[in-house]
């Protein structure tokens, strides 16, 4: 089995460039009961998010979650810390819509909410401050 070294690449670079990747790794020991899970979050952060041209002005605008999270750290932080809060809100949702829909479409119906919910991105302008 292999191991990881413990080493960060950091030469920043377009992903093309000499193509960056990553390792995650856990040492288990030996396992003879069942564990709690393991988190992992594997995120991609950039702001600003998008540029966006109204006439002749462009306006660059970040991501609504800057407006409480100044730091990725900070939100990084959050995300793992709320894990829990999290899974019981997914499972209640779970249920509700196998309840609320038929069995039959249930699961592409949460499929496709989960869809629709993680790929909406609302921004907020920033001011020449950088706020």
């Given at each position: 089995?292999?191991?990881?070294?413990?080493?960060?690449?950091?030469?920043?670079r377009?992903?093309?460039?000499?193509?960056?990747?990553?390792?995650?790794?856990?040492?288990?020991?030996n396992?003879?009961?069942?564990?709690?899970?393991?988190?992992?979050?594997?995120?991609?952060?950039?702001?600003?998010?998008?540029?966006?041209s109204?006439?002749?002005?462009?306006?660059?605008?970040?991501?609504?979650?800057?407006?409480?999270?100044?730091?990725?750290?900070?939100?990084?932080?959050?995300?793992?810390?709320?894990?829990?809060?999290?899974?019981?809100?997914?499972?209640?949702?779970?249920?509700?819509?196998?309840?609320?829909?038929?069995?039959?479409?249930?699961?592409?119906?949460?499929?496709?909410?989960?869809?629709?919910?993680?790929?909406?991105?609302?921004?907020?302008s920033?001011?020449?401050?950088?706020?």
């Open positions: 089995m292999g191991a990881l070294n413990n080493t960060v690449d950091t030469n920043f377009a992903t093309n460039d000499n193509w960056s990747c990553f390792a995650l790794e856990r040492v288990s020991g396992i003879t009961m069942p564990a709690g899970p393991v988190v992992f979050a594997v995120g991609m952060s950039t702001d600003p998010a998008i540029s966006f109204a006439g002749r002005t462009a306006q660059s605008r970040s991501l609504f979650y800057r407006t409480k999270y100044s730091t990725d750290t900070d939100v990084i932080s959050f995300f793992l810390n709320d894990y829990d809060s999290v899974v019981s809100f997914e499972n209640n949702f779970d249920s509700v819509a196998t309840t609320q829909i038929s069995t039959t479409y249930a699961d592409l119906a949460v499929l496709a909410a989960r869809q629709v919910a993680f790929h909406i991105e609302i921004t907020v920033i001011d020449s401050d950088g706020n």
